[in-house]
């Protein structure tokens, strides 16, 4: 009964939440795309500033982290390639999170019998084998949640920048953020009583 | 936990998120340059396009209509000159060649023989309009060639049934199903 007030108080919208959904100007990746098929590299650019870190938060909620880095480049420059193909310019960010969801999974068949996830607790620095550690716990859970919650806590994004970026609805977010939350807590409380 | 802290990091700051982020931050994203240099630039899309496409189809279909139209017209006279007469129905009664069967089957039926009756001169198909307006004498005369057609009908029957017993070897007058009979 908790559970559900509590969910129904998360979908209510809150003035802050409302503001960022409500953004009548037009959003700033139209422009970059844009300028970007009009020949303009720099803009491309700024949109790997604005998104590198939303795809590497992708990333590592899926794939080892030592690959990563790697990756998030490789992605990157596929997206400049293929910016073409992309119809709704303002869905840059969608997009984009949908290309690095796809290359996560190629990365696990192309690889599925010489990697292994577990490979980062080897870390010899106590404050990484910490986070490793934790970073696993999310990894265990639901996708929705560790997605959600790794961009929250380990890329550092507010909820309306998640769904900003992701293309989920605020209200989604939230939900994924308060049940991801209370999962690895009790995941935390079980392993070290954090 | 505070919800609002998680959601947007406003509000009062929950130290168990913080610590966590603090812990996990380590793992973030670190910037690097992304290096554009050897990719070739990607192609604009022609917002155009799909309509150049439309248009041009469009064109195609008028030519082809076009001089469709030109070799149909050019073609046509001789179309018309080279009409086909379909032959007139001919009703087509059968020759009877055994004057014993005919004549048996004439007095069977009480009719007079083949070379008393009178000869059908036209038959017409009974349900036209013109059959329906028919005088009596005509009407007479219709059911005369029908008669005569069945009768015709028959005897052509009973041929067929003749030849085919010859070309099994029995008698025409060799009863048939024997086994029945005592």
Redesign the interface.
């Known amino acids: 009964m908790f559970e559900l007030e509590a969910t129904v108080d998360m979908l209510l919208p809150t003035p802050q939440a409302k503001a960022s959904t409500d953004t009548p100007e037009p959003r700033i990746e139209v422009v970059l795309v844009k300028a970007v098929l009009d020949g303009d590299r720099d803009s491309f650019g700024r949109l790997y500033d604005l998104y590198a870190p939303m795809v590497h938060g992708i990333l590592l909620a899926r794939i080892p982290r030592s690959e990563v880095d790697d990756l998030v480049q490789d992605i990157f420059l596929h997206a400049f390639r293929k910016l073409h193909t992309l119809r709704d310019w303002a869905a840059f960010g969608p997009w984009i999170a949908m290309i690095t969801r796809n290359r996560a999974m190629d990365f696990y068949r192309r690889s599925k019998e010489t990697v292994e996830v577990t490979e980062d607790l080897r870390s010899t620095d106590p404050g990484t084998s910490r986070a490793n550690e934790i970073l696993e716990l999310i990894r265990g859970l639901p996708e929705a949640y560790r997605e959600t919650l790794i961009l929250r806590l380990v890329e550092g994004m507010t909820g309306p920048e998640i769904a900003a970026r992701t293309g989920l609805t605020a209200a989604s977010v939230r939900v994924n953020l308060h049940r991801g939350m209370k999962q690895l807590r009790a995941k935390l409380g079980y392993v070290e009583g954090l | 936990?505070n919800?609002?802290y998680?959601?947007?990091?406003?509000g009062e700051p929950d130290p168990?998120?913080q610590?966590?982020?603090q812990?996990?931050?380590?793992?973030?994203?670190?910037?690097?340059?992304?290096?554009?240099s050897a990719?070739?630039?990607?192609?604009?899309?022609n917002r155009y396009l799909p309509l150049m496409a439309i248009a041009a189809t469009l064109l195609i279909a008028l030519i082809a209509g076009a001089l469709w139209l030109r070799v149909r017209s050019k073609t046509s006279p001789q179309l018309d000159s080279a009409k086909i007469q379909s032959p007139k129905p001919q009703l087509v009664v059968p020759k009877v060649e055994d004057k014993k069967t005919n004549d048996i089957l004439a007095t069977a039926s009480g009719k007079p023989s083949r070379d008393e009756r009178p000869k059908v001169k036209q038959v017409r198909h009974p349900r036209t309009p013109e059959t329906a307006k028919m005088t009596v004498s005509e009407h007479e005369q219709a059911l005369e060639a029908k008669e005569q057609l069945m009768i015709a009908l028959r005897l052509t029957s009973e041929k067929l049934n003749l030849a085919h017993r010859k070309a099994q070897g029995a008698s025409p007058t060799q009863i048939r199903n024997q086994h029945k009979v005592g």
């Open positions: 936990m919800e609002e998680l959601w947007d990091k406003s168990e998120i610590q966590l982020e812990i996990l931050g380590t793992l973030g994203y670190e910037p690097k340059p992304l290096d554009l990719e070739v630039q990607p192609r604009s899309r």
